[in-house]
């Protein structure tokens, strides 16, 4: 088959098998496009014409549709070209606003309590007429997937960065402290703490890779962590703690420092810091608004990481 066997395949070919691939159904592949369903049924069988293999199973008598095994393989590719028209789409838009528009930004729990608000206020001031329009998740690759596709400008994530087409620009050094009751004997521990004074100390846990390391090293000295409960909410985990129910390993910015029922302790270099950075698509049109963004955040930060020296080193 040579490649000009495919010059009469089009974009809405593929947009309809992409379609009816997630709908399961030529009704609601019309009504998710706004075609009639006999449009969509046409641009499958072009599509089928063109590539001459069936991609759509219509069996009688039921109501959803399956791809084939040739649908699935070339939906696959479908994905990714639409995923990229869509990255043009918004290249474009970016590049015709200018200064002005809408800036879509990627964000989780503790740079939304500690780094956004000043960054939001000092970023306003200059830029106006730029619209933030944030999208909060807990995982950091759902978030650079959404950056991939086009549907985000920015995300605040953690190096190291998966393989992809990102760049970053590092922000921050969050180091990992030992989050305990005030009445806890290790506050008065010889500090830093090394990670072998956790042993039998129960451990608020989360789901984020760095606390999964943790308590890997932990294992590493022949300790098993005793993990009685876990959250991805900081708050919950610190009220948890304050409660005297146990202790929290957490990146400095996960914790609220005004909380007067527990206390913040130093560890040992055992436990690298977390990394924040803000990643962008390196092959899509950066605005200037965009790249005004990095460097706002790039201040703010700098002045969080002055704020923790003292803390960090007492």
């Known amino acids: 088959m040579e490649l000009h066997d495919w010059a009469g395949l089009e974009l809405r070919h593929l947009i309809a098998l992409q379609t009816v691939a997630r709908e399961r159904s030529f009704g609601r592949a019309a009504e998710s496009l706004g075609y009639t369903q ?17 991609v759509v199973e219509r ?17 696959r590719h479908a994905d990714a070209i639409v995923a990229r028209l869509r990255a043009a789409q918004a290249d474009y838009v970016a590049f015709t606003e200018g200064a002005a528009g809408v800036l879509r930004v990627g964000i989780y729990q503790s740079v939304g309590t500690r780094i956004l608000p000043t960054l939001l206020r000092d970023f306003a001031t200059a830029w106006q007429r730029v619209e933030i329009r944030l999208t909060e998740d807990s995982a950091d690759g759902q978030l650079l997937s959404l950056v991939e596709r086009g549907e985000l400008d920015l995300t605040f994530t953690v190096y190291p960065l998966p393989a992809g ?11 990992y402290l030992l989050l305990v009751s005030r009445n806890s004997p290790l506050c008065d521990a010889r500090q830093p703490l090394a990670l072998r004074a956790l042993e039998d100390v129960p451990l608020i846990g989360s789901r984020m890779c760095k606390s999964a390391e943790v308590e890997d090293r932990l294992r590493g000295y022949g300790i098993e962590p005793r993990v009685i409960f876990r959250s991805d909410d900081n708050g919950t985990v610190q009220g948890l703690v304050g409660a005297g129910v146990g202790a929290a390993v957490l990146p400095r910015l996960a914790i609220d420092p005004s909380d007067e029922l527990t206390r913040s302790l130093p560890l040992e270099a055992e436990v690298a810091p977390r990394i924040i950075c803000l990643a962008w698509h390196r092959d899509r049109f950066r605005s200037a608004a965009a790249r005004a963004f990095v460097e706002a955040a790039r201040a703010v930060c700098a002045e969080l990481q002055l704020e923790s020296l003292p803390a960090i080193a007492a």
């Open 38 to 54: 006999s449009a969509v049924s046409h641009q499958i069988a072009a599509l089928e014409g063109l590539v001459g293999q069936r």
């Open 59 to 75: 069996s009688r008598g039921h109501r959803s549709v399956e791809l084939t095994q040739a649908g699935t393989l070339l939906a």
């Open 165 to 175: 087409p990102f760049e970053a620009q590092e922000l921050l050094r969050d180091p």
